[in-house]
């Protein structure tokens, strides 16, 4: 087995507080470089509280968010974007109508010229849009035609392929199969494999969906009312184990249990 990575991202008890609502309570994860760390959980888990605070949308109350080995704060996403750590949300951050092309570059636009001959560099940016995709495996017929008329799976590519391409060491990725068909799901989590194995990023994915988790994941966090529910590697851990976890662990075998019992008399 090849050696671990040191860590980019290290959580150690995290805790976050809302008022005097506790959202999180002694979260503790790692990411590495080049590994795909899956966070599942129910609605209202914690689930965006956690991806919050990694990206710098918000601080955590308690614990520590070390970051390449060095105790972090972080005031705004900008700061996390400068320590490589990249957030791609469910709405992509992509504009519709404006070419591929122009939406890889969004924000950090290319230009040639000084001064008042200052231009927009269309033809470095189209071309480098366009390897970067060929080099992803995307195949767009014309990079020219608005990002909005991709389907929902490429479109989640060209964002991930634009997170990686800007310096990302980490990226968290927001429910990215949520809202997509068998076939598209298949295309992002080929692509996230992809972007943990063959550039190293170290992956944060979080998703409802066992099943997906599974297939790219190397380690799984399972979060249940703010608390870590399971913490465990792909090494031992079955797909039907994840499921089990997901559903309540421990709470669903009482459950069962609760079921199994003898109906007490006059109930
Ligand atoms: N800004 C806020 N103010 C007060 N409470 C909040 C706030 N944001 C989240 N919470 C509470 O914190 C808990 C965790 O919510 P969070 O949104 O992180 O969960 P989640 O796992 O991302 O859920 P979902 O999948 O529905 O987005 C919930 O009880 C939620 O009501």
Redesign the pocket.
């Known amino acids: 087995m090849s050696e671990r990575s040191a860590p980019i991202i290290q959580l150690t008890d995290i805790g976050k507080s809302?008022?005097n609502?506790s959202?999180l309570r002694g979260v503790s994860m790692t990411v590495r470089s080049g590994e795909v760390t899956c966070v599942l959980?129910?609605?209202?888990?914690?689930?965006?509280?956690?991806i919050s605070i990694i990206a710098g949308l918000r601080e955590h109350s308690t614990g520590t968010y070390a970051v390449d080995g060095e105790a972090v704060t972080f005031g705004s996403p900008r700061e996390a974007l400068d320590r490589g750590i990249s957030a791609v949300y469910q709405t992509l951050a992509l504009v519709p109508l404006l070419p591929i092309w122009r939406n890889f570059f969004l924000g950090s636009e290319l230009t040639i010229g000084r001064g008042p001959f200052r231009r927009l560099d269309i033809a470095s940016m189209w071309e480098i849009t366009d390897r970067e995709l060929r080099r992803m495996g995307i195949h767009v017929a014309d990079l020219d035609q608005p990002v909005g008329t991709l389907s929902g799976g490429q479109r989640q590519v060209v964002a991930i392929a634009r997170a990686i391409h800007f310096g990302a060491r980490v990226l968290i990725l927001d429910e990215p199969t949520a809202a997509l068909g068998v076939a598209q799901s298949g295309l992002v989590l080929r692509y996230i494999a992809q972007a943990a194995r063959e550039h190293g990023t170290g992956v944060i994915f979080i998703t409802?969906n066992p099943h997906h988790a599974y297939m790219v994941g190397d380690h799984f966090i399972i979060?249940a009312r703010?608390e870590v529910e399971l913490d465990a590697a792909r090494d031992g851990l079955t797909l039907e184990n994840l499921m089990f976890h997901m559903a309540g662990g421990a709470g669903l075998n009482a459950l069962q249990h609760e079921l199994n019992r003898p109906q007490p008399q006059g109930a």
């Open positions: 809302y008022g609502i959202a959980g129910d609605n209202g888990a914690g689930k965006s509280t956690l409802h979060l703010g």
